[in-house]
């Protein structure tokens, strides 16, 4: 069974960082693309960066220039580095693994943890 733990979250000023990771435990399964979501007061959840096994990297233009994504296979971990932090980054953000598992392939969610950017 797959346990996907977040942590890193929290209380931020305007132009602040914070640095938020996902670990994936569990047996018999492997990783494929790792990402972070996020869903904000009153919006849909929307895809806030995500990275490919192999390294390939995808933002949302809205973060482009100031969140890092990045991965270790090894530990089955995901980091979002998130600098120059503003007010609308506010959100819920949560993890989001490909999990490939007895031939299929499929979506794991995490807990998810609370963003607030903040004066």
């Known amino acids: 069974q797959v346990q996907l733990v977040e942590s890193g979250g929290g209380l931020v000023q305007p132009g602040g960082s914070l640095r938020l990771s996902c670990a994936a435990s569990g047996d018999g399964f492997s990783v494929n693309e790792m990402g972070w979501h996020r869903q904000g007061p009153g919006k849909q959840r929307e895809l806030v960066a995500q990275?490919?096994?192999?390294?390939?990297?995808e933002y949302a233009d809205s973060v482009k220039g100031r969140f890092t994504i990045s991965r270790d296979n090894a530990r089955r971990t995901v980091i979002l580095q998130m600098n120059s932090l503003k007010s609308e980054d506010t959100a819920v953000y949560y993890c989001?693994?490909?999990?490939?598992?007895?031939?299929?392939?499929?979506?794991?969610w995490g807990q998810g943890t609370q963003v607030t950017v903040s004066s």
């Open positions: 990275i490919s096994r192999g390294g390939s990297t």
């Open positions: 989001k693994v490909g999990i490939v598992s007895g031939g299929g392939l499929y979506p794991a």
